[in-house]
């Protein structure tokens, strides 16, 4: 209880530094979009045309210069996002690097400071979770609460930089922690309330993204909100399909990676002499779009069209940066271009945010995978309950066919490539993750292959051994035999011949690097007491066996610390 | 100009005065030991001050200028201008102010002493509280800055004939541009201050967002374009024309100084009404211009007219926000007819409750561009 208690108290705890360095973050990014003629509101307040045209190639070419510096100090010479947190996890692994939290985080403020169109919140999320993971580390504190502390950082953040401590909440269960636990339920809530007030009292700020009292929509405009959820769908698999195409294409650049943001940031710069709408997190942008009449329904694509696109080259090329505020424009952009459709047909035009904001829906629910947060995200910021009861027909439709036709998020595609697969759920991946070579033993039989097989019948009898591994003068791995077969051979009058005539039926080997899971999949196959484990890429030395005993125990510790984690009560 | 060449030969006449004072307090220190000082140098030159005309002036004279000459002998002569700085530059520039201090609103104040037209003043120049609390606690945020402090804050407000709707009444700022259910022809002041965020607002734009958005081209062209769609539409420049514009009937709405209202509705009891959602709030300040002729005298009027009793004096003749929370907690009555002045004043929490505060270091910034594009627009 006591323990329990305290967990409460150091989620609270976490909860305050995320969030002051969430403001911290979020000022320093304001500031430094003022200061490097990023913000409309510093641009128009610059009297100097010329200069500021040069400025605007200029600050996001050199920020992608230091960007990719920065990247350079990084071990994956990338920064880290909140799929790294997602994989940490949903693995156990917990323990968030520090360098690469501390990094990222910079790569991040430099990429929203110098105008990329990248989002601030992924970087938030990682630094309020690299915050709870070094808390937890400090205290030398066990997997499972340092999955909570990782959990508690993440709703702190969010709770305070979107001011919504209830989507605060929500995202840390449905992207982060992925299992609902009482246990964690309560530091976590500690940590969103403790963002929230320091949100709502310390910088006195009100809903985000206040949408003024509306209409009620007529009762078929529903159906054109689910439609628009469909659709929203498709511009969502688009927009990730375009950030793994261009990162995928920029490994084949014959550029420096250090280089790549620089060029992104040029190509960036140049197009936003046309279309300034393009630079930055682009809030004035979402307000407007929200706004009938203040785009021309040609003009709503084009930006739709090119801020996709700039947020695509940003964060394929290397910029550091989330990819949930490029969602939340290019899906209000989208939403507004419904809306004028519908207007045109002759639908009405009192309605329009709504289609705005189902549009917005639609499209950052599938990226980011949490349809509940998205919800509470738009209740949150626009304090409308009318317009939240839209966005659920919109989200009704949008999350389910995206996870059909591309994934169930971004990050979960991004860890598909990188092998880790979560699909299936947090027991394969945890599995997947744990490592053989704990259960790696040297208690075994290994015979060469020219040895005699009535010798080799009894050494395994004095052993204790059921079989033996054939390894050649090198140490390489031939096969296994089993005392049977061996028994047998002699009982035929063959005990002089070598063990390696011996018939043995082939048997899978395990790498060095194989995983728990793959070991327990080999196990439906291989009837015996042991594995055999084989270093291919050396040859196919032989470095041991793994008992299927362990194999069996390994398995079911790891899925008994996992339902202890996911339905103790504290 | 008129009034500035009239100052002009005043203060011609104003350098000779210390010169005599010396040539004959010479003369009498050599005649008589015995001599005090005499009434030449006693009775010191008129202060000018450049300020706004009308129920302002008239009240600034009864709270503060009249009050300042009693207590000093330093008569204060007024001069009256609509803002703007083309005067006050061309004067610099020629090193010949006939102003000692000017009455100024904040932006403007701003953009002056970036350009190193005004005098750097300090918060150590005003009194504290009467109970002690120093300048920069008593003092609203932003109150102080570098050649500007801020004695009052006043809010442009549209005011609406009460007969003119008959059965319902305009409740928000959105009602200005509805001339469907409001219908009649307006006023507004013929600047884009205050037009562009009203109509930013009539979009249902947050307060907090308005100068982010109007620092875009789109921002700017969906504020005109919501004003271009006012039929009637009637420009003012001069401070009391609002009011003469209602009284006359010409207009059913207009935008004006809150003060400016307050006094046609209870000095000369005009059937009029102010709205207060969406009042855009700005700072009133003393500045004391470069090379003014006598910026010693302007500096202790200065200290008098911040004083907290002088403040609270001042909201009860016109109901202005004082800036001083000492001063604001002792606003009483009016002066003349006993009406609770604190209902009227433009930082009451009742009328604050949507007050949009006027972003003066954009002001200061873009003004000129802003203004171009704006009369280029309604050309």
Not at chain 1, 285 to 305: C, H, K, M, N, S
Not at chain 1, 546 to 557: D, G, H, M, P
Request: glycine share 10%.
């Amino acid at each position: 209880m006591l323990r329990f208690l305290g967990l409460v108290a150091l989620g609270a705890l976490i909860g305050g530094l995320a969030a002051l360095a969430a403001v911290g973050f979020v000022a320093a990014v304001l500031w430094l979009n003022d200061l490097l003629l990023v913000s409309p509101r510093g641009r128009m307040m610059f009297a100097h045309p010329e200069a500021l045209a040069i400025a605007t190639v200029l600050v996001p070419t050199l920020g992608g210069l230091v960007v990719g510096l920065l990247h350079r100090a990084t071990p994956e010479r990338r920064p880290h996002t909140p799929a790294d947190v997602i994989a940490a996890v949903q693995t156990r692994r917990g323990r968030l690097p520090v360098r690469a939290g501390v990094l990222s985080a910079l790569s991040g403020l430099v990429s929203l400071g110098a105008g990329a169109s990248v989002g601030q919140y992924g970087p938030l999320v990682h630094l309020g979770a690299s915050l709870g993971s070094w808390g937890a580390r400090l205290l030398r504190l066990d997997r499972s609460d340092d999955n909570i502390t990782i959990a508690c950082g993440v709703a702190a953040a969010i709770a305070t930089a979107f001011n919504a401590p209830l989507a605060g909440i929500v995202f840390a269960h449905e992207v982060v922690l992925r299992h609902y636990a009482l246990r964690a339920f309560a530091p976590v809530a500690a940590a969103a309330i403790v963002g929230h007030v320091i949100a709502t009292n310390v910088l006195s700020r009100g809903a985000l993204f206040h949408v003024a009292d509306t209409v009620l929509p007529r009762p078929w405009e529903f159906a054109v909100f689910v439609l628009i959820g469909g659709l929203g769908a498709l511009v969502a698999g688009a927009y990730m399909r375009s950030i793994l195409g261009v990162g995928r294409l920029a490994e084949r650049l014959p550029f420096s990676p250090s280089l790549r943001p620089a060029i992104a940031g040029a190509l960036l710069g140049v197009t936003a002499l046309w279309v300034p709408d393009i630079l930055g997190m682009g809030q004035e942008t979402l307000r407007f779009a929200t706004i009938a009449g203040a785009f021309g329904g040609l003009e709503l694509l084009v930006v739709l069209g090119l801020k996709l696109a700039a947020t695509a080259l940003c964060l394929g090329m290397g910029f550091g940066g989330g990819v949930f505020s490029p969602a939340l424009v290019i899906g209000t952009l989208f939403g507004a271009l419904c809306g004028t459709l519908v207007g045109g047909l002759g639908g009405a035009q009192d309605t329009f945010v709504f289609y705005a904001i189902c549009g917005m829906v639609a499209v950052t629910a599938p990226v980011i995978g949490a349809p509940l947060t998205s919800l509470l995200i738009v209740f949150e910021l626009t304090g409308n309950y009318a317009l939240t009861t839209a966005a659920l027909a919109s989200v009704t439709l949008a999350s389910p066919i995206a996870a059909q036709l591309f994934g169930r998020s971004l990050f979960d595609i991004q860890l598909a490539k990188r092998g880790l697969d979560l699909s299936a759920g947090r027991s394969r991946a945890v599995l997947q993750d744990a490592r053989l070579h704990d259960l790696l033993s040297h208690d075994c039989v290994t015979l060469p292959p020219d040895q005699c097989v009535s010798e080799a019948v009894t050494r395994l009898s004095r052993s204790g051994h059921g079989e033996a591994h054939l390894v050649d003068a090198q140490g390489r791995y031939r096969s296994s035999v089993t005392l049977a077969d061996l028994e047998a051979m002699r009982e035929d009058g063959d005990g002089q011949r070598p063990v390696e005539e011996c018939p043995s039926t082939p048997r899978p080997v395990l790498g060095p690097q194989a995983s728990v899971w793959e070991a327990m999949r080999h196990l439906q196959e291989v009837t015996g007491e042991a594995i055999a484990v084989v270093d291919e890429a050396a040859d196919g030395v032989f470095l041991g066996v793994v008992y299927e005993t362990s194999i069996a125990r390994a398995f079911l510790q790891h899925s008994d610390a996992l339902r202890r984690e996911e339905y103790g009560a504290g | 100009m008129r009034c500035a060449e009239k100052n002009m030969v005043r203060a011609e006449r104003r350098r000779g005065a210390p010169v005599l004072a010396w040539v004959m307090a010479l003369v009498l220190a050599m005649g008589m030991a015995l001599c005090r000082p005499l009434p030449a140098a006693a009775s010191p030159a008129a202060l000018t001050v450049l300020s706004w005309g009308g129920a302002y002036e008239r009240a600034q004279q009864r709270a503060l200028f009249e009050p300042f000459t009693e207590t000093t002998g330093i008569p204060v002569n007024v001069a009256r201008y609509n803002g703007g700085l083309a005067a006050l530059r061309r004067a610099v520039a020629e090193q010949d102010v006939p102003w000692d201090l000017i009455d100024m609103t904040r932006s403007e104040a701003m953009a002056a002493c970036a350009e190193g037209l005004l005098e750097p003043l300090s918060s150590s120049l005003v009194a504290p509280a009467p109970d002690g609390t120093p300048p920069d606690e008593d003092f609203l945020p932003g109150a102080f800055g570098r050649c500007a402090i801020t004695h009052s804050v006043f809010a442009t407000v549209v005011a609406y004939r009460r007969d003119a709707f008959p059965g319902r009444r305009p409740t928000s700022i959105a009602d200005l541009f509805d001339q469907r259910r409001f219908p009649g022809p307006r006023a507004l002041q013929d600047t884009p201050a205050v037009n562009l965020e009203w109509a930013l607002l009539a979009y249902g734009v947050p307060r907090e967002e308005l100068y982010r958005l109007l620092s875009t081209r789109r921002g700017l062209n969906l504020a005109l374009k919501r004003l271009a769609g006012l039929e009637d539409l009637r420009w003012w420049q001069a401070g009391d024309t609002p009011s003469r514009l209602l009284a006359e009937g010409e207009v059913v709405m207009a935008s004006g100084y809150n003060g400016r209202f307050f006094d046609a509705m209870v000095n000369r009891g005009l059937p009029i009404e102010i709205l207060w959602d969406g009042q855009v709030q700005e700072h009133e300040t003393w500045v004391i211009p470069r090379h003014a002729p006598h910026p010693e005298a302007a500096r202790r009027f200065l200290r008098f007219a911040t004083t907290t009793e002088r403040q609270a004096e001042l909201a009860r003749y016109i109901p202005y926000g004082p800036s001083r929370q000492s001063a604001a907690r002792q606003v009483s009555t009016h002066h003349d007819t006993g009406i609770d002045m604190r209902l009227h004043i433009p930082t009451h929490p009742l009328n604050a409750e949507r007050a949009v505060t006027r972003d003066d270091d954009w002001y200061a910034r873009t003004q000129e561009r802003v203004g171009e594009y704006f009369h280029e627009y309604f050309r």
